[in-house]
């Protein structure tokens, strides 16, 4: 059997992620507190005896964030020009956006990310 998942990330000291299993790949309405972003994959799971056996994650999608401002390298410097550190990250990764969260966290954004608007905590 194939179980969906869903995989939330979560704002904190550091960045750490919780999952759950869901019915499908449904956009949730309303996301966990302190959580700006998730998505999905899929585990096949076997019962056998008393077991059940999980396979490797697959078929991830794409991760779906929580609405935040979007800035380039060169919003980042004229607006955090003492970020030093987010700056030359940005360089050396060659990193064309990145999403500031509510929370003040800067993350890269790939082109195939997705930004949604603004949900209802649950």
């Known amino acids: 059997m194939t179980q969906t998942y869903i995989e939330y990330l979560h704002a904190g000291y550091v960045i750490y992620t919780s999952c759950k299993p869901v019915k499908d790949r449904t956009i949730p309405k309303k996301l966990p507190n302190n959580c700006f972003g998730f998505r999905f994959y899929d585990q096949t799971e076997v019962k056998k005896n008393k077991e059940v056996l999980v396979g490797k994650p697959k078929n991830y999608s794409t991760w779906h964030y929580e609405a935040g401002k979007v800035y380039t390298l060169e919003e980042v410097k004229k ?34 990310n997705i930004i949604l608007p603004k949900t209802k905590k649950s």
Do not use: E
């Open 79 to 112: 607006k955090y020009p003492g970020n030093t550190i987010l700056i030359s990250n940005m360089q050396k990764d060659d990193t064309k956006r990145v999403l500031m969260t509510k929370f003040g966290q800067a993350i890269a954004l790939k082109d195939k």
